[in-house]
Nanobody
Framework: VQLQASGGGLVQAGGSLRLSCAAS????????MGWYRQAPGKQRELVAV???????NYADSVKGRFTISRDNAKNTVYMQMNSLKPEDTAVYLC??????????????WGQGTQVTVSS
């Protein structure tokens, strides 16, 4: 199983980016999928999570600005980020609880994608 994240980049404050993270491999089912972020010198923090049924939860700092969604047919989770602020600058990592052949249920992580917001 692999998670491949994409969509990061450099954007000015107030701009938008859309992150994607696609899971591939011998996947039977995917439960929750989420996005975390880690800024230099800070701990990794949960940004948003979405269950297999579509329920979502967000960090208070991104509520109203970020929207997480998923396409179960494509095993992909997205995060639309609007009204970006310099404090959103971080490496964004996706993860997913995946039930796969040979491994069973496990939390998998993507490689991370850099988001930089300039003031």
């Amino acid at each position: 199983v692999q998670l491949q994240a994409s969509g990061g980049g450099l954007v000015q404050a107030g701009g938008s980016l859309r992150l994607s993270c696609a899971a591939s491999g011998s996947i039977f089912s995917i439960n929750a999928m989420g996005w975390y972020r880690q800024a230099p010198g800070k701990q990794r923090e949960l940004v948003a999570v979405i269950t297999s049924g579509g329920s979502t939860n967000y960090a208070d700092s991104v509520k109203g600005r970020f929207t997480i969604s998923r396409d179960n047919a494509k095993n992909t989770v997205y995060m639309q980020m609007n009204s970006l602020k310099p404090e959103d600058t971080a490496v964004y990592l996706c993860n997913a609880a995946i039930f796969s052949e040979y491994v069973g249920l496990k939390i998998w992580w993507g490689q991370g994608t850099q988001v930089t917001v300039s003031s």
